[in-house]
């Protein structure tokens, strides 16, 4: 059941979903779901939706191209040849993504293969917007019936840059999702009638195994105590069963809200519980800040249990508190 809180993992980002039947789509750059040479692996970059709660009806964004960041090059420009191209979508005129209709589901964006190593960006290249309707990039809302331009700054020139890191290891197939909440992904300008795109709202979250069909959420916020100051935290969803390994593992940053409060929200999607791809009774939540090293204790929570096209929350409250170290 849902609770006051939306979480949200970055970075990017946790989540294991529902595989579609798509294969590689048309335009996707690279080389297909082999597993690369020893040096090299394949990235399968796939998108997914935190449900927004009444605000809209529609949410649409049109991408050109996707490319990733290898950790130390984050002043790249796009065109340079050493951020690899996940996808390219220029000469079909963009892949259309209907943000709404991927709640428990996920859309396959591209597979290539790329560098092994460690990545710290996604950088999504959108359509541009005309200047009337109808548009490329847009949201409807709820109380409503016609498009309103989602505004992407830049996002045709440098890309939305989604931060997060994620590992491409070598010889193998690896997974990460970008976690859409329209939530926090779509601010209102001021009293303008404008809507901006906010990448902190698209969260990259790597995942430790295949794209699956069936999928429940643990939700959840981690927030500290007091004025106690964090910026980044990294949380895992780990089944009980033994020598078990994270399945799902994510950025988060934090926010400040009154009173005295630095907060993020997570969503992580996994498998069902004793399901044939998760025989695991139940998971695990893990936190850790990223730094200052020794402020604070890591977070371990209660065992949960996940069932199909459901969330669970991470506790009675919600809430994955983080406690200063002693």
């Known amino acids: 059941?849902?609770?006051?809180?939306?979480?949200?993992?970055?970075?990017?980002?946790?989540?294991?979903l529902a595989a579609l039947a798509l294969?590689?789509?048309?335009?996707?750059?690279?080389?297909?779901?082999?597993?690369?040479?020893?040096?090299?692996?394949?990235?399968?970059v796939a998108i997914t939706d935190s449900p927004a709660f009444l605000t809209y009806s529609s949410v649409h964004i049109k991408?050109?191209?996707?490319?990733?960041?290898?950790?130390?090059?984050?002043?790249?420009?796009?065109?340079?040849?050493?951020?690899?191209?996940?996808?390219?979508f220029t000469a079909s005129g963009g892949q259309d993504v209907n943000i709404l209709k991927l709640h428990f589901l996920q859309q396959l964006l591209g597979s290539a293969v790329i560098p092994a190593g460690t990545y710290s960006q996604v950088r999504l290249i959108l359509h541009a917007n005309p200047s009337t309707a109808p548009y490329n990039n847009y949201l409807i809302l709820a109380s409503s019936s016609g498009q309103?331009?989602?505004t992407t700054p830049s996002a045709q020139q440098t890309g939305v840059k989604i931060v997060g890191r994620f590992t491409v290891a070598a010889g193998?197939?690896?997974?990460?999702?970008?976690?859409?909440?329209?939530?926090?992904?779509?601010?209102?300008?001021?009293?303008?009638g404008q809507y901006n795109l906010k990448p902190t709202g698209i969260h990259i979250q790597q995942i430790m195994g295949d794209l699956n069909t069936a999928t429940g959420s643990i939700s959840g916020m981690v927030r500290?105590?007091?004025f106690a100051t964090w910026s980044s935290a990294r949380v895992s969803i780990v089944p009980r069963s033994p020598a078990a390994t994270a399945i799902v593992t994510g950025d988060i940053f934090s926010n400040?809200?009154?009173?005295?409060?630095?907060?993020?929200?997570f969503i992580a999607y996994v498998p069902p519980n004793s399901s044939m791809l998760m025989p695991s009774a139940s998971y695990k939540v893990f936190v850790s800040v990223t730094g200052p090293a020794g402020k604070f204790l890591n977070y371990s929570s209660q065992a949960l249990t996940v069932s199909a096209n459901t969330d669970t929350s991470v506790s009675p409250d919600g809430v994955a508190g983080l406690e200063l170290a002693p």
């Open 172 to 192: 193998v197939l690896n997974t990460i999702m970008l976690e859409f909440n329209p939530d926090t992904a779509i601010v209102r300008a001021g009293n303008s």
């Open 1 to 16: 059941m849902r609770k006051n809180i939306r979480l949200v993992i970055a970075g990017l980002p946790l989540i294991v």
């Open 224 to 226: 500290s105590p007091g």
């Open 148 to 150: 309103i331009a989602l």
């Open 256 to 265: 400040y809200s009154s009173p005295g409060v630095w907060k993020a929200p």
């Open 23 to 44: 294969g590689q789509l048309p335009g996707c750059g690279g080389g297909g779901s082999g597993s690369g040479t020893s040096s090299t692996g394949t990235l399968r």
């Open 63 to 88: 991408v050109d191209k996707i490319a990733v960041v290898p950790a130390g090059k984050e002043g790249f420009a796009d065109t340079d040849p050493g951020l690899p191209v996940i996808a390219d």
